[in-house]
């Protein structure tokens, strides 16, 4: 199973990091996600599964956050979809938003965790400048945000929960 696998690799490299951390002390695990693009194959893996999941959805442009850019990247090159990226600095939806855009584009945002707290202010800055985000694709569902719109994701709660408590009953990785 490509989810178990992915969940593996990432534990291996250090990406997920079980555990209780002082920056998190409610959550069971943390993400080092920032370093995705210092693992290529990872990233390549992630994107080939993005790629794989939004090749049905009738969008011509993709969104991504400031933290999940060099996915945005990939998945963009992957697909020959235009990227138009947040540099999430707070500045005005012409400016925070970087790409060749107009009006009335369908697009998919791209996130790396559920739990990325500009989610909704990207969607509605999309929607101000004439990008329609249809759905959100994130690589992680660790939250469960509400949204405007649909929510997609690779990876589960449920799934890394069942794989670390099969890894570290098994004696770890």
Not at 32 to 51: G, K
Not at 64 to 89: D, H, K, M, N, W
Not at 91 to 117: M, N, Q, R, W
Request: with cysteine.
């Amino acid at each position: 199973m490509i989810t178990d696998g992915l969940v593996y690799r990432l534990l291996e490299a250090g990406l997920l990091q079980p555990g209780i951390f002082e920056k998190d002390a409610d959550a069971l695990w943390h993400w080092r996600l920032d370093m995705l693009p210092s693992y290529p194959e990872l990233l390549a893996m992630v994107s080939a599964s993005i790629t794989e999941m939004i090749q049905d959805m009738p969008i011509d442009r993709l969104v991504c956050s400031p933290a999940a850019l060099p996915l945005g990247i990939l998945v963009s090159a992957e697909t020959q979809l235009p990227l138009v990226y947040s540099r999430g600095q707070g500045e005005t939806p012409v400016y925070d938003l970087v790409g060749a855009y107009d009006i009335g584009h369908p697009a998919c945002l791209l996130v790396y965790k559920t739990s990325e707290p500009d989610i909704e202010s990207i969607i509605r800055s999309g929607q101000s400048v004439g990008l329609n985000v249809l759905s959100v694709m994130a690589l992680v569902d660790d939250a469960l945000p509400s949204l405007t719109v649909p929510l997609h994701s690779i990876l589960h709660s449920s799934d890394i929960e069942g794989v670390l408590r099969t890894t570290f009953k098994n004696g770890g990785i």
